[in-house]
């Protein structure tokens, strides 16, 4: 017995050296198919008839009819839908509210397969003798926001020509033609940059003249039952919809307003990059909205009260300025890597800083000049951006370029610790950095010289030409030069490459301003609070709460963060008493003279936390005040021309 318990416990502890090895199959991947032809810049045999039916308002969907030459003897044809879209920076194409796709040849039905690796692409077998394929399918707009951006309602519409079109692979697109037509609800009007074949065409069934494909993609319309036209210029055109017909009350005065804002480009850049330029301007708050840019026209959506509450809500007028300086900006010169001979073509945006952060600077400056927006107003904004990015904690590790990248990485999805991730800040603090540029013009010539000076260089040659022009960093820094000669290459690194833990506030020194922080906002920041419904401690607390008392933004290692509060937790109460932002308000003053702590009480999904929060610094405000009497430089930037 003891013989055989001996001889177990020897096996049991004995190594598996007979036990068979363990079996993990190892396989190799797939090769990739590549299946679609590459892009030539040839011309298409052809031009594809493209009708969309816009008449079904009361279920939002678009019913398309395309057809689409092909080649003689073509065995196969490749259809793409439009992915990488050009001011999206990013692939933003919304394929899937594509539906009910049929395709014909001949009165035959085709079969078709989505490709399995860019599901963007279509590819159809054709039968001998096919000359042309009859494509059939539905856009379906989304009808709540949660499934996407609301394009047609019940008293308007936008026609993004990109949602309901396909193209041909193997050609660049702006060497397709297309003949376009849009079939409108009856009675209404509508916008675009398009020419109608029939001048008087204004409502019902419009077949526009012959364009592009990359042009027609860069047209959109906007139309409704409620519509209004001014002629700003000879060559640009104010179209408006609105849900309700008193929101297109704009005063004369209004409209001349926006009419100095194109006289005041066309002085800046001295040139015009359009043969005609259509404002898209729609008042809605049930159509999803928008700031797009496209060369001869904008495409912009603002909530009711734009004309009717003026005073209200100057930020909100800052959106046709930036838009329409992009037509020069961004859709004129363009960042090499940004263009793309198709929309399949994956885009780079490494001159996003230039591209949208000096459109970004020319957008308040020339609010300012036209008065679109007070030149007050425009002061306070200045400092609201420099206070973002002074005490923007993410700067300390991540530098500007590679904000460049987020419309890919993030696509504009909400972030927990925006103020330590960063997010897409080549806009403001681009807009930052081109203050700083224009104060170091102006130091080294003695006042003579200014941003004006290149935005008139670099952007404004090729009058009347909308076609496109790239440039790279050198480009920029060497017209910067001619204008001024310094180490231009070297002052742009160290603000965009590098690290650069200090803000580029560079500009101050000598604006006749300086940054301040005061316990009373400004009238600027108070109608941002009212217009976005929130309540913004950023400087304080280090939160921002929205009109029910949830947590959007919490300032990374700030007071409410050392305190545990996230976003998404909504406060109760303060300091025992139930919240209200008032009463919030008043303890963070009471806090500043007691010296005692905030008490929060503070809800997260099922988690009531009591928050003790140290904090004795009162409220603060960021605002420019005036250093000095007599004009500065900022106030010389900007003075109307």
Known sequence: MRFLITTALALAAAPPALAQAPVKSAPQPTALPNDIPAARDIPYPGTIRLTVDATDTRRGIFRVKEAIPVAPAARRLTLLYPEWLPGNHAPRGPIDDVSGLRFTAGGQTLTWKRDPVNVYAIHIDLPDGANEVQAEFQYLSPTVPAQGRVVMTSEMLNLQWNLVAFYPAGYFTRQIPVDATAILPAGWRYGTALRPRDAGA??????????????????????GRNFRQEQLTPDVRLNIVADDAAELAATPDQIEKHRELVRQAVKLFGSQHYDHYDFLLAISDKQGGIGLEHHRSSENGVMPGYFTKWADFPGRRNLLPHEFTHSWDGKYRRGADAFTPDFAYPMRNSMLWVYEGQTQFWGYVLQAR??????????????????LHEKRPGRIWRPLADT???????????QPWVSWQRSEDYYNEGLLVWLDVDAK??????????????????????????????????????????IAPFDWAGFLKARVDDIAPQAPLGWLAGSG????????PTAYWLSEEKARKILDLSYSLGLVLDNEAKVTQVIWDGPAFAAGITVGATVLAVDGQAYDADGLKQAIRSAATSGQPIGLLVKKDDRFITASIPYKGGLLYPRLEKTGGGEGTLDRLLARR
């Open 202 to 223: 204004t409502t019902g069934t419009i077949a526009f003249q012959t364009i592009n494909f990359d042009d027609l993609v860069d047209s959109p319309m906007f139309a």
């Open 370 to 387: 036209s008065g679109l927006v007070s030149k007050e107003d425009t002061l306070s904004a200045y400092a609201m951006i420099a206070a």
């Open 404 to 414: 460049t990248n987020d419309p890919i990485l993030s696509a504009r999805r909400p």
């Open 441 to 482: 013009l102006r130091s080294l010539t003695g006042g003579k010289r200014s941003l004006d000076d290149f935005a008139r260089a670099f952007f404004g040659p090729g009058d009347r030409d909308w076609g496109v022009s790239t440039y790279d960093y050198a480009e920029v820094a060497a017209t910067l030069n001619r």
């Open 513 to 520: 301003y300086r940054l301040a922080y005061t316990p009373e």
